[in-house]
């Protein structure tokens, strides 16, 4: 009897504790930086993609929404020259994040996708390319990788030194 | 003539309010529900979400009426009006203020309480109808629920009756003047809450419905406007119950005269249709032989002994 009244009691107390609930388009949500939301695509430092289509997003995506067609410019630097992400099927789980190599497909916190109709969910690569460099300011795959690209030979990387002629180790 | 026009003004009127009451109370009590689990409940259409209830009726006009193939079709279409007539017929007696009353008869109170059984008829009907076995269950102990918590919701305002020397509802409210009954039957109020509670059956006492064992009890089988009309059924029932705690043991239309009498009465109303809201906001449902022993074990001596003391107390003071 007692403890029935008392829980009444204590129910009614909660007339005056603070909603939890948030008013939503009106107010946010506070996002963790980490947040997994809209997939995009970044630059490095120069400007330039930093994609370099090798297909382990594609790989480790468990729900295959990724599609990307690699392809080669004429300084020798790898490009996607489509790159597609289903986001009516993405279920954010990270993964490319996690087996890009060169940080190029990132997830931001915005979770706002919402479109009348299925088909614009599908990003193309103009969709998903931004114009920064995302959550790594310095990073630029091609400077540091000992891959010879258009502009920058063999031993021109930062913290690689210039290759060594094999003929001189000679005994 | 005249006096007929009134009559009939006041018929409507009471109609019109109650119905309207009865479907603002599902706001409400979502509303009030909310504010009780630190929520705001629907808040977006209209000013403060009011409106939810006309976009509820829309779409619950719009359902399907489905009736289910195995059912017994006419008992089981019949079955939700019973409890909307019956509950809205138990306001004829209820005196909202000096004057407005549809029908002020010398056996108002026993007409409100067989009202408030024919209820029972809605349940079992509508339960047996369905011929699905959860319903059958729901409708068993809405039944039994309401049979026994009728024994002692009649006793335990016998002590109202002995004080007031009338059965009619306006003559106990008149006989408040000095002294609202809640003071000298706080017994006989505590079990006609807990009756009306059952009676109703409402949270914590809803397992005729009991959603998590019964999936909806007696009315798992009914939708659109037919499952609308127990629901309106279900909360007519609260407000008839609440006002009738305000008549009986506070007083109905007394109180200070800075408001009129009506305001006075709705206002007691309201703040019982809120203690129901708060019950079920915070109690669980007993088990149902729990609820039973409860009823035959405690209530029923209880408002027994209610009854006799009082009327020991009547014989001995005023002869």
């Known amino acids: 009897m007692f403890s029935i009244l008392r829980s009444l009691w204590l129910t009614f107390l909660h007339t005056f504790?603070?909603?939890?609930?948030?008013?939503?388009?009106?107010?946010?949500?506070?996002?963790?930086?980490?947040?997994?939301?809209?997939?995009v695509l970044t630059r490095?430092?120069?400007?330039?993609?930093?994609?370099?289509?090798?297909?382990?997003?594609?790989?480790?995506?468990?729900?295959?929404?990724?599609?990307?067609?690699?392809?080669?410019?004429?300084?020798?630097?790898?490009?996607?020259?489509?790159?597609?992400?289903?986001?009516?099927?993405?279920?954010?789980?990270?993964?490319?994040?996690?087996?890009?190599?060169?940080?190029?497909?990132?997830?931001?916190?915005?979770?706002?996708?919402?479109?009348?109709?299925?088909?614009?969910?599908?990003?193309?690569?103009?969709?998903?390319?931004?114009?920064?460099?995302?959550?790594?300011?310095?990073?630029?795959?091609?400077?540091?990788?000992?891959?010879?690209?258009?502009?920058?030979?063999?031993?021109?990387a930062e913290r690689e030194d210039p290759p060594i002629d094999i003929h001189d180790l000679k005994p | 003539?005249?006096?007929?026009?009134?009559?009939?003004?006041?018929?409507?009127?009471?109609?019109?309010?109650?119905?309207?009451?009865?479907?603002?109370?599902?706001?409400?009590?979502?509303?009030?529900?909310?504010?009780?689990?630190?929520?705001?409940?629907?808040?977006r259409v209209g000013p403060f979400g009011l409106m939810q209830v006309m976009a509820d009726m829309v779409k619950i006009f719009f359902k399907e009426d489905w009736i289910a193939p195995f059912a017994d079709k006419w008992v089981f279409i019949f079955a939700p009006t019973i409890i909307v007539v019956a509950v809205l017929l138990g306001f004829a007696v209820v005196p909202f203020a000096p004057g407005i009353v549809v029908a002020d008869m010398n056996i108002g109170l026993l007409y409100f309480l067989a009202m408030?059984?024919?209820?029972?008829?809605?349940?079992?009907?509508?339960?047996?109808?369905?011929?699905?076995?959860?319903?059958?269950?729901?409708?068993?102990?809405?039944?039994?629920?309401?049979?026994?918590?009728?024994?002692?919701?009649?006793?335990?305002?016998?002590?109202?009756?002995?004080?007031?020397?009338?059965?009619?509802?306006?003559?106990?409210?008149?006989?408040?003047?000095?002294?609202?009954?809640?003071?000298?039957?706080?017994?006989?109020?505590?079990?006609?809450?807990?009756?009306?509670?059952a009676e109703t059956h409402r949270a914590p006492f809803d397992l005729p419905e009991a959603e998590s064992e019964l999936v909806a009890g007696f009315?798992?089988?009914?939708?659109?406007?037919?499952?609308?009309?127990?629901?309106?059924?279900?909360?007519l029932g609260i407000t008839l119950i609440s006002a009738m705690i305000a008549t009986f043991f506070f007083g109905g239309w007394l109180g200070p005269s800075f408001l009129p009498p009506v305001v006075w009465f709705f206002i007691k109303t309201f703040a019982f249709i809120t203690l129901f809201i708060l019950l079920r906001a915070s109690l669980p449902r007993p088990r149902y032989d729990q609820l039973m022993s409860l009823g035959w074990k405690i209530l029923l001596p209880l408002s027994l002994v209610n009854l006799l003391v009082t009327a020991a107390i009547k014989l001995a003071i005023g002869g």
């Not at chain 1, 995302?134 to 920058?152: C, E, I, S």
């Not at chain 2, 017994?187 to 009306?196: D, L, Q, R, Y």
Request: charged content about 20%; hydrophobic content about 40%; overall charge neutral.
């Open chain 2, 116 to 197: 408030s059984s024919l209820g029972a008829y809605s349940i079992l009907l509508g339960g047996i109808s369905s011929n699905n076995k959860y319903s059958l269950l729901g409708s068993l102990r809405g039944a039994a629920q309401v049979i026994s918590y009728e024994v002692f919701m009649g006793i335990s305002l016998m002590g109202v009756v002995i004080l007031s020397d009338s059965f009619s509802l306006v003559k106990i409210v008149e006989a408040q003047k000095n002294m609202w009954f809640v003071i000298p039957q706080f017994i006989g109020f505590v079990i006609f809450f807990i009756a009306g509670v």
């Open chain 1, 44 to 156: 490095d430092p120069d400007g330039a993609e930093r994609c370099v289509a090798c297909y382990l997003c594609a790989a480790a995506c468990p729900v295959d929404c990724i599609s990307l067609q690699a392809a080669e410019d004429e300084t020798g630097r790898r490009y996607p020259e489509f790159f597609r992400i289903n986001f009516s099927r993405c279920i954010f789980c990270g993964f490319c994040e996690d087996a890009c190599p060169t940080y190029a497909i990132q997830l931001t916190p915005d979770f706002e996708l919402v479109e009348y109709d299925r088909q614009n969910l599908v990003y193309e690569k103009e969709n998903l390319l931004i114009s920064g460099p995302g959550k790594y300011h310095d990073y630029n795959f091609y400077r540091v990788a000992g891959y010879a690209v258009g502009g920058k030979g063999k031993g021109e």
């Open chain 2, 219 to 235: 009315h798992s089988e009914y939708s659109g406007m037919k499952f609308g009309m127990f629901f309106v059924g279900e909360y």
């Open chain 1, 17 to 39: 504790h603070k909603r939890f609930t948030i008013q939503y388009p009106e107010e946010k949500a506070k996002l963790p930086a980490r947040w997994r939301g809209r997939i």
């Open chain 2, 1 to 43: 003539m005249s006096d007929t026009l009134y009559y009939l003004l006041i018929i409507v009127g009471v109609l019109v309010v109650m119905l309207t009451i009865a479907a603002l109370l599902i706001w409400y009590e979502r509303r009030m529900l909310a504010l009780w689990q630190d929520r705001y409940g629907p808040n």
